[in-house]
């Protein structure tokens, strides 16, 4: 008894870690309780009230008299709690209906007890699984597809939390092993204490072994093995390898956009603190269809502080997809860009400077800044596409020579904005660079030279030390780095020589496509520089000796072959002409009349996270994949079930086969509408059915009779009198199946599992 009482305490403490290691991972997911420790406390509280319900159905009276009576007592002298508490009760049903139905979310205020019934009920299945019916082998499949399936769409917890349970696993299954040979020790009256160690130590070999075979095949090093020849041939054989696990990330279904983060494109550590070595990928991120190569401008930042750039709140405007956006430059070429997202999902739209208009397959709001910084509301996923409409600026001389736009002066200290401590060396270089140069430009342009021709590009420079301004150790000590150092470099040197600047972060396009189509991936991610030449406008600079300048401040060649040919004066009416085709286009659009003039895009999300929508989407989705993985288990298990019980009775001592086959014989007969009656013998039962279902081949009393001898006479049957039975079985078998029919016929026998039992167990 002791041994019984103890085992059966370590299924109940396993099954109570067990269910835990789900629910934390639900409560993680849906923000409930401070922290692990409590969720554990009230995961385990509801474990055990579940079991004390499901095993003892009087302990359900007990809390359900101890439950009325304080609510009888309120009643009587606090009613308004009653009324209070009835009343959220029915708040939380009826927004729980409603979530399931999709037409609403959880509310905040429901978001515990949304999580404790769910807790509830996983307890419930845990417990009808593990307890009462004893198939822990179910549990392995039905959790583990919740774990990967949450690890699969980036709940990084599940990873750790699926760890836990396997241990967990593994525990129960020593323990369910070391109580059946308890049951065989009992009945056999063998020696606890000498055979419990022998058990004991073979499990403790068995799982010893399992567990070192898995960590001699785990990796052993922090750094990876790396092979660009092996990864592009199985992505090129199997292309299916580049989504795995990102599909859903950057999904419109199941994945959250994100505002543009250099970051994340592997060119900066942190967003905390520019340099540092990086590590970039080659992984594809957007597909970009246009005639030229192009800078695709995704954040804008005009802040310098603390060796960072942070993003200033600056005025946006809304406007509608395809509406014409208000503009800056007055001389260029228009052309139209086609952006496709990869792998992606964000709220910024990637435009060259500078875009005129943009067009989704969908209408929708956009907001637009002074900088032209431009956030999709609805945001853009995976495999979706927007086109950018833009018009590319002449180059500086021809700027030059027409009147330029006036830089807003309301704004123009935060483009010449410097940190107070910035070291006076930086002035200096700057301005020994810049001394022989008289305008803007040409003083812009020597600093872009001196960085190119005097600096190294590198990956792997070394990390600020602390103390240090990021500018000045740059230029004076580390001389090397990658693209953030030259353009935080230049866009610094410049205000101090006056120059306003604006510090770009994107993606550049590479250098070669394919019938105009370019493929841009992580390692393209760029940042670079733009200034303020007073009459000339904004003006795009290229301090990092890897790259080429930009093709839009060297002339419009690239753009388009027959383009020389056009004499500049005509330049003028083209650009017109098609900005009045634009404007007609937009005129026939119906704009929404009703959008805000200033809502901010500050708004909007800045961080992954996951709505309670998503949340039931993925419950739903795992539950009806649960659901559809245990009928297959149960039909497959009931089918090699049967089978191998037919197979055990042929090969068995056919005497010991007799009774259970025809305990099988009779259960048949009884879903065919004739049970054997209270009180009636086999021999009357067999007169009755004979009339009933007749057979010309065999002969249901003589069945009967070697059923009788066997059972109760012990005499030895011939294996032919056993394959009698199992014929006769198998004719009745068919005659159910035409009787109750297909589909009624294969579920009592596959899914329900009530037919060809095993007796002589």
């Not at 342009?445 to 960085?451: D, F, V």
Request: charged share 20%; with cysteine.
């Amino acid at each position: 008894m002791e041994h019984k009482t103890t085992n059966i305490l370590y299924r109940i403490l396993i099954y109570v870690f067990i269910v835990f290691s789900l629910s934390n991972l639900w409560g993680i997911v849906l923000d409930v309780a401070p922290n692990s420790v409590v969720r554990l406390i009230l995961t385990a509280v509801v474990a055990i009230l579940i079991h004390l319900i499901a095993s003892y159905p009087f302990y359900w009276i007990i809390i359900s008299i101890a439950s009325i009576i304080p609510l009888l007592i309120l009643n009587r002298y606090q009613s308004e709690l009653i009324y209070e508490f009835l009343s959220k009760a029915q708040q939380l049903y009826s927004n729980v209906i409603q979530y399931f139905r999709g037409t609403e979310q959880i509310s905040t205020d429901h978001l515990t007890a949304f999580w404790l019934l769910i807790t509830a009920l996983l307890c419930l299945c845990t417990w009808v699984i593990m307890i009462k019916a004893k198939r822990t082998w179910i549990l392995l499949p039905l959790y583990i597809l919740f774990f990967i399936y949450y690890w699969y769409i980036y709940i990084d917890a599940a990873y750790w939390t699926m760890m836990f349970f396997l241990i967990l696993y593994f525990i129960l299954m020593g323990v369910e092993g070391y109580g059946r040979a308890e049951k065989r020790w009992i009945k056999e009256a063998v020696d606890f204490q000498q055979e419990g160690q022998l058990q004991w130590i073979k499990t403790a070999l068995v799982y010893g072994i399992l567990i070192v075979l898995i960590a001699s095949i785990l990796p052993k090093k922090n750094n990876l093995i790396e092979s660009n020849q092996l990864e592009m041939i199985v992505t090129q054989r199997f292309p299916i390898v580049m989504n795995l696990r990102d599909d859903l990330v950057y999904s419109r279904s199941f994945g959250q956009a994100l505002l543009f983060n250099f970051s994340e494109t592997g060119f900066q550590e942190s967003s905390n603190e520019l340099g540092g070595p990086v590590r970039i990928s080659d992984d594809i991120v957007m597909e970009v269809k246009t005639p030229i190569p192009l800078y695709l401008r995704g954040n804008i930042k005009t802040t310098y502080e603390n060796n960072r750039w942070e993003i200033e709140k600056i005025p946006q405007y809304n406007y509608q997809t395809r509406e014409l956006l208000s503009r800056e430059v007055e001389l260029g070429r228009i052309i139209e860009i086609e952006i496709n997202n990869v792998n992606m999902a964000t709220y910024t739209i990637f435009t060259p400077y500078q875009p005129l208009r943009i067009i989704t397959e969908s209408p929708g709001r956009i907001f637009v800044d002074d900088d032209f910084l431009i956030i999709r509301e609805s945001g853009t996923y995976k495999n979706e596409s927007y086109k950018v409409q833009a018009i590319l600026p002449f180059n500086v001389e021809a700027r030059a020579s027409v009147e330029g736009p006036k830089l807003n002066v309301d704004y123009i200290e935060r483009y010449l904005q410097l940190p107070d401590n910035l070291p006076l060396s930086v002035t200096q270089l700057a301005n020994d660079i810049t001394k022989v140069f008289n305008s803007p430009y040409q003083k812009a342009e020597a600093i872009q030279n001196y960085l190119r021709n005097n600096y190294n590009y590198s990956l792997e420079p070394s990390i600020t030390p602390e103390g240090r301004d990021f500018v000045e150790f740059f230029l004076f000590e580390e001389q090397e780095g990658y693209c953030t150092y030259f353009a935080t470099a230049m866009a610094v040197m410049l205000r101090t020589q006056g120059i306003p600047t604006r510090y770009i972060e994107g993606y550049r396009t590479p250098q070669e496509a394919v019938d105009d189509l370019y493929v841009v991936r992580q390692n393209n991610a760029h940042a670079w520089v733009e200034a303020y030449i007073d009459g000339i406008g904004w003006v795009a600079f290229e301090p990092t000796p890897a790259y080429q300048p930009p093709a839009l401040t060297t002339g419009l060649s690239g753009v388009n072959e027959d383009d020389s040919e056009v004499p500049f004066d005509e330049w003028e009416a083209i650009l017109q002409y098609e900005l009045e085709a634009m404007e007609r286009e937009s005129n026939d659009i119906v704009i929404d009349t009703s959008i805000e003039e200033n809502r901010p895009i500050n708004n909007l999300p800045q961080e992954s996270q996951w709505t309670l929508k998503k949340i039931r989407d993925h419950l739903l989705t795992i539950i009806y994949g649960a659901l559809i993985l245990l009928l297959i288990l149960r039909i497959t298990y009931n089918y090699f079930r049967m089978k191998k019980y037919l197979v055990k009775i042929i090969e068995d001592e056919a005497s010991i086969s007799v009774p259970s086959l025809y305990q099988n014989i009779l259960d048949t007969l009884a879903e065919m509408g004739h049970p054997i009656e209270k009180g009636e013998t086999p021999y009357e039962y067999s007169q009755r059915i004979i009339p009933n279902i007749y057979d010309k081949t065999y002969n249901f009393r003589y069945l009967t009779e070697v059923f009788i001898k066997v059972r109760y006479g012990r005499h030895q049957v011939e294996k032919t009198q056993v394959q009698d039975l199992i014929n006769y079985l198998k004719i009745i078998d068919k005659k159910l199946k035409v009787q109750i029919g297909f589909w009624k016929y294969h579920y009592k026998k596959y899914i329900k599992g009530t037919m060809y039992k095993n007796y002589d167990n």
